[in-house]
C-alpha cells in the first residue's frame, strides 16, 4: 500500500511505557498498519493503573462501526465510575 508501519518511527518501548490514567487499547484483528502482535507486546509492558485491551474480529485499521461501538462503551463505562 506504500504506507509504512508505525512501528517505523517511533519506538514505543523507548516512548513512554508508564502512565498515571487508565490505558485502553483498541485495535482491529486485521490491522495491517500496526500489527496486533506488536500492539500486544506493547500493551503488556506498559503500567498504568488501569488497562484493558479489544481485538475485534473482522475490524482493520481505522474508524469502522465495530471500533467506534467499542469505543463508545469504553467512554460509557468509565464516566458512569
Do not use: C, W
Not at 518511527?9 to 498515571?20: A, I, K, Y
Not at 488501569?50 to 485499521?61: N, R, T
Amino acid at each position: 500500500m506504500g504506507i509504512p508501519a508505525m512501528n517505523a518511527t517511533v519506538d514505543f518501548l523507548e516512548d513512554g511505557m508508564e502512565f498515571d490514567i487508565p490505558v485502553y487499547f483498541i485495535q482491529g484483528e486485521r490491522d495491517i498498519l500496526t500489527p496486533p502482535e506488536i500492539t500486544r507486546a506493547y500493551f503488556n509492558q506498559l503500567r498504568a493503573p488501569k488497562k484493558k485491551y479489544f481485538l475485534l474480529p473482522d475490524a482493520a485499521h481505522g474508524h469502522n462501526q465495530a471500533v467506534v461501538d467499542t469505543q463508545y462503551r469504553i467512554v460509557k463505562e468509565y464516566f458512569s465510575q
